[in-house]
């Protein structure tokens, strides 16, 4: 059966956190479509709720009420095993600060998505070798985060996301820790992922980068204020 053209929609989705005596609603009625193939930045002001939908898309949280729907089904009917499974195999996430282990090489950081498989040894580092050739970083396989700089970390960070060929990749300021030409070349690799098919969500400060992405969606206090349509060739 061919592929939906909706990957992904929220209906209403409200997070309501509560620390002390203060009520904060992280997200507010936020709703949103996206199909596939899409390359989408996400913007608005510093505790806008940004993270908190990027935790919520990718399953690391769930919504205080609200509908979220991924590939058609219901995530809220899934227990917690059932989410991390599909996060495993459908959501691959890069964040600001890389988050790689900092004893383990470039591959060894690459192939643990596939620890939690029952990919043999073998299989998990020729997969690790195959997404670093992907990001431009074959030759620094064998090489600890230490060793390599931020856009290697980097990019080492989305051969990690890229493992188990996602279907969507989540990012939250994947260039916000490095120089602005770094960051165009991680945005570069970005558009070739999008171009191969992944549909992308890029959180970002920087309207220069948001112009590089097809469609933006804007947050102020949790709740969206602009969302530019998808772009038609996607509608079509
Ligand atoms: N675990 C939590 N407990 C209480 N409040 C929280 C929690 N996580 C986030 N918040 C609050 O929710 C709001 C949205 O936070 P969020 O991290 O989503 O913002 P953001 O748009 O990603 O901001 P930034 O651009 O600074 O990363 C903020 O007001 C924040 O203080
Ligand atoms: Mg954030």
């Known amino acids: 059966m061919a592929a939906q053209p909706v990957l992904l929609q929220t209906r209403a989705l409200c997070k ?32 806008s709720g940004k993270s908190t939908l ?12 609200g509908d979220y729907l991924f590939d058609g089904e219901n995530t809220a009917t899934m227990n917690p095993d059932q989410l991390a499974a599909l996060r495993n195999r459908s959501i691959g996430f890069v964040f600001q600060s890389f988050n790689l282990l900092p004893r383990q090489t470039a591959a060894g950081n690459v192939a643990l998505p596939l620890l939690y498989s029952s990919v043999p040894r073998r299989e998990r580092q020729a997969r690790a070798l195959a997404a670093l050739q992907r990001v431009g970083l074959a030759d620094r396989a064998h090489h600890l985060p230490s060793q390599l700089s931020g856009g290697q970390n980097q990019r080492v ?9 996602p279907e969507l ?23 070739e992922l999008n171009d191969s098919g992944i549909t992308v969500i890029i959180v970002t400060h920087d309207e220069t980068i948001a112009r590089r992405t097809k469609r933006v969606i804007r947050f102020l206090d949790g709740r969206i204020v602009a969302d530019s349509a998808p772009p038609a060739e996607l509608r079509a």
């Open 16 to 47: 309501r956190y509560f620390a002390g005596d203060t009520v904060v609603d992280a997200l507010a009625d936020a709703s949103l479509q996206i199909e596939r193939g899409e390359y989408v930045a996400v913007m608005g002001p510093s505790g």
């Open 54 to 65: 990027m935790n919520v898309l990718g399953f690391l949280d769930r919504p205080t009420t």
């Open 157 to 165: 960070a989305i051969a990690r996301a890229l493992v188990n060929a």
């Open 169 to 191: 990749l989540l990012a939250d300021e994947p260039t916000g820790a490095l120089d602005s030409v770094t960051g165009a070349e991680i945005m570069d690799l970005f558009a």
